[in-house]
């Protein structure tokens, strides 16, 4: 009985001591550890568990047991609110695996958000909040409907080469250009037909037809980062941005407030596709 007694209160006094959290930012729950555990909390971290607060941060140690963390989830140590995703080195790609169901491989665009604001189409990226099943492909997806005259802005993925498929339209020009100094790449492509945008390259795709186009995008990388063009460089310091045009910096921010949203409609200046379209 006094043993029974006496493990009872080491279960109690070590269920006292404050647990480090690291919390899902993108999803429900939360995974904690007693003082002692030894996590991974970065690619190239392993921190120690002490009341409440992970310390001894250092790199982990080749074969190292005892590091459990969910891998590919977007996670953040709360108590410095320091956001990374994890990575498990001590499970088999199979153990990993099997957090996962059947259902969760599949991408039902008819429930993806659309997360575009402008009023020339439509952009539904599938992301590893709803769907962390993505980080054990290291891919990303989305999902894109252009209207007639329709244009994604020029942008560049700095962590992702992008192939595009078109299944839906008559005619979607796509561009991309080399490095300073190097060839423009320019392709209209339709209906069944694909091509791809390299890594850090800047590109965009536009619907000169008088349908909808739709593509599926697929990068290598699940986190393959997106950069517009036209609002990163106006994001700078307006003296610069002024003088890179040889404008005013009046003029530079009137160009800045006017900014059109992604997905836009061609410019009714340019005139041939909304005149041939009748928009």
Do not use: Y
């Not at 970065?42 to 047991?65: H, K, L, M, Q, S």
């Not at 994001?235 to 530079?252: F, K, Q, R």
Request: aromatic share 6%; hydrophobic share 40%; glycine share 10%.
């Amino acid at each position: 009985m006094k043993s029974i007694f006496a493990l009872s209160a080491i279960v109690a006094i070590a269920s006292a001591q404050s647990p480090c959290t690291l919390a899902n930012i993108d999803g429900p729950g939360v995974t904690t550890f007693q003082s002692g555990s030894r996590v991974q909390v970065t690619i190239n971290r392993v921190c120690t568990c002490e009341d409440g607060e992970f310390i001894e941060c250092a790199a982990p140690i080749e074969g190292e047991e005892g590091v459990l963390v969910r891998a590919g989830v977007a996670a953040a140590i709360e108590e410095n609110e320091v956001v990374e995703r994890p990575v498990d080195i001590s499970r088999s790609f199979n153990q990993i695996l099997g957090d996962f169901e059947p259902e969760d491989f599949v991408f039902d665009f008819r429930m993806v958000p659309v997360e575009s604001m402008g009023i020339g189409g439509l952009v539904q990226p599938v992301g590893l909040g709803a769907f962390p099943v993505l980080a054990l492909g290291d891919v990303a997806v989305t999902r894109f409907t252009l209207d007639p005259c329709g244009l994604n802005l020029p942008h560049v993925h700095p962590r992702g080469t992008e192939i595009i498929f078109m299944f839906k339209g008559s005619k979607l020009r796509t561009s991309f250009a080399g490095e300073n100094g190097g060839p423009v790449i320019t392709l209209d492509i339709t209906n069944e037909t694909s091509t791809f945008f390299p890594q850090g390259l800047i590109h965009g795709q536009q619907n000169l037809g008088c349908d909808t186009v739709a593509f599926i995008s697929s990068l290598n990388s699940a986190d393959p980062g997106l950069q517009t063009i036209t609002s990163s460089f106006f994001s700078l310091p307006i003296e610069g941005v002024a003088g890179s045009l040889d404008i005013s910096n009046e003029e530079a921010e009137e160009l800045r407030d006017g900014l059109p949203l992604n997905i836009v409609l061609t410019s009714k200046d340019q005139g041939q596709c909304m005149k041939k379209c009748g928009l």
